[in-house]
Nanobody, 122 residues
Framework: QVQLVESGGGLVQAGGSLSLSCAAS????????MGWFRQAPGKEREFVAV????????GYATSVKGRFTISRDNAKNTVRLQMNSLKPEDTAVYYC???????????????WGQGTQVTVSS
C-alpha cells in the first residue's frame, strides 16, 4: 500500500520557521508529482505547493510564495516543505499528497498523508 507520513509540525511564533517532511512508502515517488495542501478549521482544503517528479519545476500559492520552499530527495523517497516568516493565517493541518499530474488541484492526487498540525501564534 502507498503510505505518506508527514512530520515536523508544531507550535511557533509569528515570524518563525518550520520544516515539514513527508516520507513515502509503497510507491517510488521519483516518477510522481508531490504536493502540499493545508486545511484550517471551518475552511476548505487549499493548495500550498507542488513539485514535479524530477524536482525541476515548482509552484506555490500566492499566499506563501517567497516564504515557503518545496523540495524533494528522490533517493530517500521524501519531500520537504520549508516554511519561513510564518504568519498566524498559516495555521492549519498540512497534508502531503502524490499524483501523476503536476497540479494545484486536490482531486488530481491519488494518495494523501494524514496531516501534521502547524500552529502559528501572534
Amino acid at each position: 500500500q502507498v503510505q505518506l507520513v508527514e512530520s515536523g509540525g508544531g507550535l511557533v511564533q509569528a515570524g518563525g520557521s518550520l520544516s515539514l517532511s513527508c516520507a513515502a512508502s509503497g510507491r517510488t515517488i521519483s516518477r510522481y508529482a508531490m504536493g502540499w495542501f493545508r486545511q484550517a478549521p471551518g475552511k476548505e482544503r487549499e493548495f500550498v505547493a507542488v513539485i514535479s517528479s524530477t524536482g525541476y519545476s515548482t509552484g506555490y500559492a500566492t499566499s506563501v510564495k517567497g516564504r515557503f520552499t518545496i523540495s524533494r530527495d528522490n533517493a530517500k523517497n521524501t519531500v520537504r516543505l520549508q516554511m519561513n516568516s510564518l504568519k498566524p493565517e498559516d495555521t492549519a493541518v498540512y497534508y502531503c499528497a502524490t499524483g501523476s499530474m503536476y497540479s494545484s488541484r486536490a482531486y488530481e492526487y491519488d494518495y494523501w498523508g494524514q496531516g501534521t498540525q502547524v500552529t502559528v501564534s501572534s
